[in-house]
């Protein structure tokens, strides 16, 4: 999955492993090891008046390219966002063509087979265009074909049958996209070995798919409707079995032989080949009341986190098998004003899990209980130091 709100790299200005999260209202903020204690800091502060990016945009997603040593940062407002990984401070918007994007969702990096250049892809949601792609992260085009649901009888794209891609990653030499049509009466498979040229694969049924992984030779997407889709090409998919009820997938892994999909309600699934699935025989009793958004799997343990609301239930749990699931300990309650902070990715670096709020933490104005967490081992969590400056 390439929609994640957080990313580490080795930042050689500061002398160390840094973690850069993105969140709501345009917020970007960054943590390393100060003092001996991890610590977070605004990454705006010192040379922005407001700590936010202008106009404020609610943050999708942010990738970390090392070989070109940048961050991007896709926004709901149709614009990309970049830096030098030597100075997070200074962020710059990207050269999008115009009116390509109402929102834009994913952005993912790979080495195309055509010719051995590196090329980004972002995509999102229509407003001309559902990929635009760059070489350098800072200048964008658009593909030279419409990504489109063709006409049955003539071949050619329809205009009103536009791709919305939701999910977009580079594996086994080729981007492959998720998504619906625009008009939401399909869902949508799309491939390019380029980047450039695109090719749509229009799969049975409408449930909107949300996000796909690829491990073990198979690319594997999650969807609403409790419906998964998987593929041993990234060209020609067939439906999963074993799935029941109306769970709406939001994330996909892979680890310890077995994939584990997560999805609102407290639902959790896994499969030993993404083929047939199995629901999770043991959820803690807050489960069905969260909405779980993300799942990753490093150093034995599978970790998902969830939103759950205003209700007092955990939003961490984790799993050696993905089968058997507990709740995280030490996530504090914030009171019946601010619940449990809510956690919309989770990411492992530095040997540690960070799990990543949607909402900006700012001391003073947010419950202590809301502030940034990290676990050696996705069970036991410690509240993390956070500097105002």
């Not at 419409?146 to 205009?159: F, N, R, S, V």
């Not at 990411?347 to 900006?360: E, G, L, S, T, V």
Request: aromatic share 16%; hydrophobic share 35%.
């Amino acid at each position: 999955m390439s929609q994640h709100l957080a990313a580490s790299y080795f930042n050689s200005e500061e002398g160390g492993p840094t973690i850069v999260a993105v969140h709501d209202n345009g917020y970007i903020d960054f943590g390393r090891v100060f003092n001996g204690r991890f610590t977070w800091f605004a990454a705006m502060q010192s040379q922005l008046s407001s700590p936010y990016l202008p106009g404020s945009p609610t943050l999708n997603t942010l990738l970390y390219n090392q070989e070109h040593n940048i961050f991007l940062v896709g926004d709901a407002q149709g614009n990309i966002w970049s830096a030098n990984g030597n100075d997070i401070y200074d962020w710059n918007k990207a050269n999008l063509p115009s009116d390509a994007f109402n929102s834009v969702k994913a952005i993912a990096y790979g080495r195309r087979s055509t010719d051995g250049q590196g090329i980004f892809v972002a995509s999102g949601d229509i407003l001309n265009y559902s990929t635009i792609y760059s070489f350098d992260g800072q200048n964008w085009s658009h593909p030279n074909q419409i990504i489109a649901h063709k006409d049955e009888l003539y071949g050619t794209p329809q205009w009103g049958r536009l791709a919305v891609i939701n999910d977009i990653i580079f594996a086994d030499s080729m981007f492959v996209g998720v998504g619906l049509g625009s008009d939401g009466d399909y869902t949508g498979i799309y491939y390019s070995v380029d980047g450039v040229t695109w090719n749509c694969q229009c799969l049975s049924g409408q449930a909107q798919l949300n996000a796909l992984t690829y491990a073990d030779n198979l690319f594997v997407a999650v969807a609403d409707q409790s419906t998964i889709w998987y593929s041993p090409d990234g060209k020609n998919w067939t439906i999963a079995t074993g799935l029941s009820g109306e769970a709406n997938f939001k994330d996909v892994t892979y680890g310890n032989r077995t994939f584990v999909a997560v999805a609102d309600e407290g639902t959790i699934w896994l499969s030993p080949d993404g083929k047939q699935w199995t629901i999770a025989n043991e959820i803690p009793p807050d489960g069905p009341d969260i909405t779980f958004n993300k799942v990753a799997f490093r150093a034995g343990q599978f970790v998902a986190v969830a939103d759950p609301g205003k209700r007092e239930a955990v939003p961490i749990y984790f799993s050696s098998d993905g089968k058997v699931w507990s709740q995280g300990k030490h996530v504090y309650y914030g009171g019946s004003e601010w619940g449990y902070p809510p956690f919309y990715d989770v990411i492992y670096a530095n040997n540690r899990f960070y799990a990543i709020q949607r909402y900006a933490y700012q001391p003073d104005q947010t419950s202590d209980a809301w502030g940034p967490y990290s676990s050696t081992d996705g069970k036991t969590w410690d509240i993390n130091n956070y500097s105002a400056g």
